[in-house]
């Protein structure tokens, strides 16, 4: 690619981003923000909300507030799903994966990221500043140690205690699906996929101005192989955005999410007519389909949000609930729907 096309796809994204950054400055609403609404899957996505929110309530983009939301849990040392303190992978490294994605189909994404503690960060910058949407392994990390972000030791104590305490009883092969049998050595686990072992952040926004964006972000499936990457860095899978018609994401066990290009299959449904709860059914109910026996011990849950500010989301195994933040109400969590009723606390 030639370096002038580089410079005028750069420009036209700083372009962009600036008219988008004038359009929110001249147009800022009262706190209430009408019509803003940020969603996020799991509890932890309250305080992440209210993060997002402090960008909507002033009229700012949704782009701006769904990075704002995923930098919170990335640095939560009680959180072992997301960020800096997440469980590491079976060789005692914590990688983590991130994507973001605006109304205008702009998305960036890194993976395997390693040393940097907002990956989240590092996906907007591919996204504005290459040509490119996704970045991996050294390569993200050279990527974003050029950009300012410092290298640092993501393993807390805590979570290196926890994969010491894994090895104990692990039996360390690069057996397939290895690390979701072995899922019920981390605390709390019960289920690949469940809340305490494996979920993810994923963030959807509309803001007053009616523009749709969202972020995903995560430190992957506990004890993986090396290099293992989910469906958050994967646009399409993890997260998906149409300006148009709407966004989604996807929480649980990544591999079954990629399978059927997930988040793609709620927007696209929602395209077709379906409300956003309709089009999460469905692309859990494709899932059920296609993997009838793996459903039965694992959790994958879909979560959307459509243009006119309408919300759904619905599970395989019950237990998977999301935060929602907007003019009347910050704090809601709410219980989605499931196809089986197992319970997994």
């Known amino acids: 690619m030639s370096s002038s096309v580089l410079t005028d796809r750069r420009s036209l994204i ?3 981003v600036a008219a988008a950054s004038l359009a929110a400055a001249s147009s800022v609403k009262a706190a209430t923000a009408p019509g803003a609404i940020v969603v996020s899957t799991w509890d932890f996505g309250v305080a992440a909300n209210l993060a997002a929110w402090e960008v909507l309530k002033k009229g700012g983009w949704a782009l701006d507030a769904v990075e704002a939301g995923a930098r919170v849990p990335e640095v939560d040392l ?16 914590v990688s983590l994966d991130a994507s973001i994605m605006d109304e205008a189909y702009n998305c960036g994404a890194v993976a395997a990221l390693e040393h940097i503690d907002h990956p989240i960060s590092v996906a907007r910058l591919v996204m504005e500043k290459t040509p490119h949407v996704l970045l991996v392994g050294e390569g993200a990390l050279q990527f974003a140690l050029s950009q300012g972000f410092k290298k640092q030791d993501l393993l807390t104590p805590e979570s290196k205690a926890a994969w010491k305490e894994w090895l104990k009883t692990a039996q360390y092969k690069p057996v397939t699906n290895s ?4 899922y019920g050595n981390a605390p709390g686990s019960k289920l690949p996929g469940d809340s305490h072992n494996h979920d993810t952040l994923g963030m959807l926004a509309l803001d007053a101005q009616g523009r749709l964006s969202g972020a995903c972000t995560t430190s992957g499936m506990a004890w993986k192989l090396r290099g293992r990457v989910g469906d958050s860095p994967i646009i399409g ?3 998906y955005v149409d300006g148009e018609v709407g966004a989604a994401t996807s929480t649980g066990v ?17 395209r077709q007519g379906r409300t956003p709860q309709q089009a999460c059914e469905e692309a859990v109910m494709r899932i059920v389909h296609r993997r009838p026996e793996a459903s039965k011990t694992l959790q994958v849950g879909f979560l959307a949000l459509n243009k006119n500010g309408e919300v759904g989301a619905y599970a395989i195994q019950h237990g998977f609930v999301y935060a929602r933040c907007d003019g009347t109400r910050t704090d809601a969590v709410i219980p989605s729907a499931s196809f089986l009723s197992t319970s997994y606390g």
């Open 179 to 182: 690390e979701m049998k072995t």
């Open 254 to 270: 990544g591999e079954e999410v990629i399978r059927t290009a997930g988040s793609f299959l709620v927007v696209e449904l929602m």
């Open 78 to 93: 009680k959180n072992h799903s997301v960020g800096r303190a997440g469980y590491p992978d079976r060789d005692g490294h």
């Open 14 to 16: 700083r372009g962009t």
């Open 237 to 239: 899978a993890g997260l």
